[in-house]
């Protein structure tokens, strides 16, 4: 195989959780692989991912909405499509967590997790696939999965639920669309220094314990999930269907 399977140039991307951690690390890989990036975000501060993307020669463009409001989905992808002319990647980036115990957790924040976690990404990768039936070009469509799609975690009941399902649905969307040239796969990452983590990262007792069970003896950055997003984005990995790969520095291995 030639290294230009690994391209993107020509390429149409849609990040969501685009301004910052993974997203942008992801935004920031694809535009450097060549791809022309639609970052989506619900605080409209794009400067830094804008920069990143542009530093590569690529165009950026900023999609601010509430993913956890339906109506998001079309917008998403009307302006992708006015924006750039087409769609060819969707990486379901975008993500939120609530801790709380079990015992305690509410209905608010089970349903915010799993509206913007699960159904805004369903819908979303729903809405772009049937961009790429009627373009008759197929598609990528990376869902971002975590450990909890494996593992059951500690007072984060509504997050592991999501990304549980987000593997699910990465499965029966893959079975349904492989034919079509449509490829879904997901990325589990593991521990990654992010704002979602904050609260473990300064947990002198917690972040010791994960770090202890890390082979690679270090928490994760944004820029170790780019590789496999470029990967999973380009031609490379066109027999690639309905996978869970892990970016966890081995922390499943343990």
């Known amino acids: 195989m030639s290294l230009s399977a690994f391209s993107l140039d020509g390429r149409i991307a849609i990040v969501t959780g685009a301004?910052?951690?993974?997203?942008?690390?992801?935004?920031?890989?694809l535009a450097e692989a060549g791809a022309d990036v639609a970052g989506v975000g619900s605080s409209g501060r794009f400067e830094d991912v804008r920069a990143a993307v542009e530093k590569c020669g690529r165009r950026f463009l900023g999609i601010t909405v509430d993913l956890s409001r339906m109506a998001s989905i079309g917008q998403i992808v009307s302006r992708t499509r006015e924006h750039f002319g087409r769609i060819d990647i969707l990486v379901n980036n975008a993500g939120i967590i609530r801790r709380t115990p079990c015992i305690d957790f509410?209905?608010?924040?089970?349903?915010?997790?799993?509206?913007?976690?699960?159904?805004?990404?369903?819908?979303?990768?729903?809405?772009?696939?049937?961009?790429?039936l009627e373009q008759g070009t197929g598609g990528k469509?990376?869902?971002i999965a975590s450990m909890l799609s494996f593992q059951g975690g500690i007072l984060i009941p509504s997050y592991t639920a999501s990304k549980s399902g987000l593997a699910g649905i990465t499965r029966t969307m893959a079975n349904e669309w492989a034919a079509k040239g449509i490829n879904v796969n997901a990325i589990a990452p593991g521990y990654m220094i992010t704002r979602a983590t904050e609260a473990l990262q300064k947990d002198p007792v917690r972040s010791r314990a994960i770090l202890d069970r890390i082979p690679a003896g270090r928490w994760g950055r944004p820029s170790d999930v780019g590789g496999?997003?470029?990967?999973?984005?380009?031609?490379?990995s066109d027999y690639c269907h309905g996978g869970v790969y892990p970016v966890d520095g081995g922390w499943l291995a343990r």
């Open 106 to 132: 509410s209905e608010k924040d089970w349903d915010e997790v799993m509206d913007v976690n699960l159904k805004a990404a369903f819908f979303l990768a729903q809405a772009v696939a049937r961009v790429f």
């Open 141 to 143: 469509i990376i869902n």
């Open 228 to 236: 496999m997003a470029v990967f999973l984005a380009s031609a490379a």
């Open 19 to 29: 301004t910052s951690g993974l997203g942008h690390g992801i935004a920031a890989a």
